[in-house]
Each structure stands twice: as C-alpha cells, then as structure tokens.
C-alpha cells in the first residue's frame, strides 16, 4: 500500500524540480553574495558552479567533475570566466574551508551548512 503513495509524491516531486531548483540556486546565491570571507575568484567558481550543476534530493549541489571548471574534463560545465591557475586555486581553498567536499566517483558536493555559516 505504501508503494503508490511514494510513488505519486515522486511524481509531485519531478513537476516541482523546477520551481525546487530556482529555489534552491536563489538561497545559494544569498548566501555566496553574503559571505565576506569569499574571495572574488571563490565566489565566481561558486556562482559558475550553481549555473551548470545539479542538486542531490536533498537538496546539495552536486558537481560531477570541478577539473571542469579550468578546462581540465571533458564535461557538459564549461570552463570557469577565469585562468586555469586561479580557478584551481579557489577549488583548493574552497576545500580547505570546507564549502566544497570531496564525494563518490571524483564528483563534489557544496556543503550548504558552511556556505550558510561564511554568510552569518
């Protein structure tokens, strides 16, 4: 009996992708523009990342392959509006921060909780 009714809130959940996604990506947006630890280049890999990648169900942003983001992958993210050497370097300092995690198969994940705590 449980099975239509977590299939019929799938369903719902795929119509409102959309309307979750442009939420999700307004609150991120907040939060990096608030952040006055973020240095310009962080913020442009940030805000480069929001554009192309994908979220998780629960609602983190999933980026398949951030060697993209200075040319480095062959992947459907272009390369970052910055110099290979520069886009590198905001990722490493991202890491260390802990805003960008590492996940499975060379993916990475944004960890909203230290974006929201950067911005407070």
Do not use: C, Q
């Not at 809130?9 to 309307?19: C, F, H, I, V, W």
């Not at 590198?88 to 974006?115: S, T, Y």
């Amino acid at each position: 009996m449980s099975g239509p009714v977590s299939d019929g809130r799938k369903r719902d959940l795929s119509r409102l992708t959309p309307e979750l996604r442009a939420a999700l990506v307004a609150e991120l947006t907040s939060l990096i523009e608030r952040a006055a630890a973020l240095t310009p280049d962080e913020i442009t890999v940030l805000l480069h990342l929001l554009a192309y990648a994908g979220f998780s169900g629960d609602g983190v942003l999933v980026v398949p392959e951030l060697s993209a983001l200075w040319g480095g992958a062959d992947s459907y993210i272009p390369a970052a509006h910055l110099p290979p050497d520069r886009a590198r370097a905001a990722v490493k300092i991202l890491r260390r921060r802990g805003v960008l995690k590492d996940a499975e198969h060379g993916a990475a994940l944004v960890d909203n909780l230290v974006l929201r705590a950067l911005a407070e």
